[in-house]
């Protein structure tokens, strides 16, 4: 506690600063372990999240705009480049910022667009 009885955020005494990811245009934001993905992310929180592959970085049904805090993402892998360029073109994925949730590892703060996401449980876990 600080002075005054105010609480101490315990993350900020430790230094283990958890991400947060914001999903758009569903409006949450949810915490992922440092270094999840952005689907495991979503997953962990209950989230159905479109998926086509399952998770494996081949298909392009999880991707997502990413709209602030991409230098807070892994950098884009040599496969993830690769299924993204060979389905919409490597000049469309730079310029709008897309990544594959399945694949994009978040180690701060992201805000990120995809259409699809909710709540697992109203979705039945099907694919779109």
Request: charged share 25%; hydrophobic share 35%; glycine share 10%.
């Amino acid at each position: 506690m600080r002075p005054g009885g105010a609480q101490v955020d315990a993350r900020l005494i430790v230094g283990d600063l958890v991400p947060n990811i914001k999903i758009l245009p569903l409006d949450r934001v949810i915490e992922a372990a440092d270094g999840s993905t952005i689907m495991e992310a979503a997953h962990e929180h209950g989230l159905y999240w479109p998926t086509t592959c399952g998770g494996e970085g081949i298909c392009t049904s999880c991707a997502c705009t990413i709209d602030e805090g991409e230098a807070n993402l892994e950098p884009l892998g040599r496969g993830e480049l690769k299924t993204l360029a060979e389905e919409l073109g490597e000049a469309t994925v730079r310029t709008r910022c897309l990544r594959l949730a399945c694949q994009a590892r978040a180690h701060g703060d992201v805000t990120v667009t995809k259409r699809g996401v909710r709540p697992a449980e109203a979705s039945l876990l099907t694919p779109e």
